[in-house]
């Protein structure tokens, strides 16, 4: 009688691992369609998203700062509101540890576009003028 019972529970507990590993599947095979269609309609959509999931705009709310332009961002502004949201929210001091991170990876986003852009910008006059290596004499 007993191994009737845990044949049971095994089998049942087989059906909804299975049916939750199937529906994480698709919810998966769903998200990476979406990925692939951004993408397509716009080549830097893969970029958009930070290790945090923070996109540009929302970055630039968080701080209330204006998108960099071309790549340049008045970077005085952005520490200056990072510094003061990050200590308003300083949970020391009463404020939300979340709320503190979300200003934190605004600004690590912010500063993560501006950085991309200046590298392209290097790279571009770089291929500009031409590959010179660097050749160092004794």
């Not at 590993?21 to 830097?44: L, T, Y």
């Not at 949201?85 to 986003?109: C, H, I, M, T």
């Amino acid at each position: 009688m007993a191994h009737r019972i845990i044949t049971q529970v095994v089998i049942v507990g087989t059906r909804v691992f299975g049916r939750a590993f199937a529906e994480a599947w698709r919810q998966a095979a769903a998200s990476q369609k979406f990925a692939q269609q951004a993408s397509v309609n716009s080549p830097g959509a893969m970029n958009n998203f930070a290790s945090s999931g923070l996109t540009l705009d929302e970055a630039c709310k968080i701080l209330n700062v204006k998108p960099p332009q071309g790549g340049k961002a008045n970077m005085d502004v952005v520490m200056e509101r990072f510094k003061k949201l990050f200590d308003v929210n300083d949970p020391s001091k009463g404020g939300s540890f979340y709320l503190q991170s979300k200003v934190l990876r605004a600004r690590e986003r912010i500063e993560m576009e501006v950085r991309e852009a200046a590298d392209a910008v290097a790279r571009d006059a770089e291929l500009k003028e031409g590959w010179k290596p660097k050749v160092y004499k004794d």
